[in-house]
Structures are given as C-alpha cells and as structure tokens.
C-alpha cells in the first residue's frame, strides 16, 4: 500500500468495471484511499467533488504537468488536493468529459514528456495513450515527487499474468 499525498478519484465508464484489464482496480489495491465514482447517464457531480482539483485531461486550454512547478505565477500554484482522472477508452471518456461540462471549470493537466505505455495488453488508438493506473503514477511522480514503482510492478505484474494465459501471449 502506498501512503498518497493527494485524494485520487476515478471517473470510471460504467462498460470498464468488471473489463478484466481493468487497472484501476490495481490502483485501489496499491492506494487504498482512492475513490471511484462509476459514471452512468444519470450520475451527478457534486460541486464539492470538484474543490480543489486537477483533472488529467488533454483538453484544449490543459497545462503540462511536467510544467506545473514552474508555471510563471506569483504565487507559485499550490499542489491540488484532489487529482480526477477519467478512465475508459478515448472515445468514453470524451463523452465524460463532454458530459459534465463543470470539469472544465477545474484545471485541467496533461502529459509532454511522458515515456511510451508499458500497457501492452490492450489496445489504444492514440499512440500518447496510458492506462489510468499508469497517468496517476506519472502525475503523482511529477507533482509530488512520489515514488512509483510500486504501481509499475503492478501493472508489470497483471500483464505478465494475463500474457501467459492468453491464447497467443495477448488478448487485446
């Protein structure tokens, strides 16, 4: 279990539950206080959900997370107390995003620098893809300075399981 400075909430596509690849459940076995909020047509947002929070998200007006330290602002931006990441495929969470329009009001975050994927057992259509266990690490490795390896040997850990059991070494 990982001791995390910063409440993680997923806003989980009701379709990714139970996907067996599902990463976000890796995410609550390593970070236990991390919440999940299953999106269906008919959730709600509370306002307070959204106090205080970065959502990862590579909208238009998103700043770079690899920048956020050194943002060119007097006073220096606080770290956020919440990080909101959105989990499912692009095209899913686009219509989260689209879906509840106060997620725009919040800062949004995205990645420049990060390395390739190592979630190879599902596929992406776009080649910046991450799998959420992987965004959260990378995001609390930037902003906080977080020690995350023990995410990534996760996510090693699944896909070697889930590679040596599937028909041709893969299932995507």
């Known amino acids: 279990m990982l001791k995390c400075p910063v ?10 539950v139970n996907h067996a690849k599902n990463t976000v459940r890796l995410l609550q ?24 929070a970065v959502i990862i998200y590579p909208s238009d007006n998103a700043t770079p997370v690899e920048q956020w330290a050194s943002l060119a602002c007097d006073p ?17 969470t686009h219509k989260i995003w689209m879906q509840y329009p106060q997620l725009h009001s919040i800062p949004a ?6 390395g390739a994927t190592q979630y190879r057992i599902r596929k992406a259509n776009k080649s910046n893809s991450m799998s959420t266990l992987e965004a959260c690490a990378y995001t609390l490795e930037q902003l906080y300075d977080m020690d995350c390896s023990a ?7 699944m896909q070697g399981h889930w590679e040596r059991f599937a028909p041709n070494g893969s299932d995507n």
């Open 7 to 16: 409440q993680i909430t997923v806003l989980q596509d009701s379709s990714e």
């Open 151 to 157: 995410l990534h040997q996760l996510l090693a850990a």
């Open 29 to 52: 076995l390593a970070i236990p206080t991390a919440q999940v909020l299953v999106v269906k047509d008919s959730t709600v947002l509370f306002d307070d959900l959204l106090d205080d």
């Open 109 to 114: 975050v995205t990645f420049t620098q990060a």
């Open 76 to 92: 220096q931006p606080e770290l956020p107390k919440q990080i909101i990441l959105l989990d499912g495929s692009w095209r899913k």
